[in-house]
C-alpha cells in the first residue's frame, strides 16, 4: 500500500506554530503560504509534508517550505554585508601602503675612558669628605 501524502499550512503566532490548512497538493500548499505570510499577519509560515504509512502506522513530517521575517533580514544583512566587505577591499588596494618607521637610534654605550674618569671623580669626593669628617672630631 503507498503511503498517504499531504501538507499541512502552519502560521507562527504567539512563540508557536498554529495549523492554519491541511491540502493534497504540494502547490496549493505554498501558494497558500505565500498568501498568508503577504499579509504581513504572522512572523513565519511554514509547509509541512507529512507521509503517513499505514501498514506500520507511522507518520514522518519534514518541511517543505518557510517564509519568515527573520530570513528576509538574516539575507538583507548578508547582502549588506557582502558589499560593505567588497568596498572595504577596494579602499584597501587604492591607499598608499604605509611607511616604515625608522629605527631607534643605538643605545650609548658608556666608553671605557669616560667610566674610569667618573670613578676617579668619585673616589677623590669620598677622600675629601673623609677627611673633612676626620677634622671635626
Known amino acids: 500500500m503507498a503511503r498517504e501524502v499531504s501538507y499541512e499550512v502552519d502560521s507562527y503566532q504567539n512563540n508557536r506554530w498554529i495549523l492554519e490548512s491541511v491540502f493534497d497538493d504540494r502547490e496549493m500548499a505554498i501558494a497558500t503560504a505565500e498568501r498568508l505570510f503577504a499579509t504581513k499577519r504572522f512572523s513565519a509560515v511554514r509547509v509541512l509534508q507529512e507521509s503517513y504509512n499505514p501498514e506500520t502506522m507511522e507518520s514522518v513530517e519534514r518541511v517543505v517550505h518557510k517564509c519568515s ?69
Do not use: C, H
Open 69 to 137: 521575517n527573520v530570513e528576509k533580514s538574516n539575507a538583507d544583512a548578508q547582502k549588506r554585508d557582502l558589499k560593505n566587505k567588497r568596498e572595504a577591499l577596494s579602499q584597501r588596494s587604492e591607499r598608499r601602503p604605509l611607511r616604515k618607521r625608522p629605527a631607534p637610534p643605538p643605545k650609548k654605550e658608556m666608553s671605557l675612558f669616560t667610566l674610569l674618569v667618573v670613578t676617579i671623580v668619585v673616589m677623590i669626593a669620598v677622600g675629601v669628605a673623609g677627611i673633612f669628617g676626620m677634622s671635626y672630631m
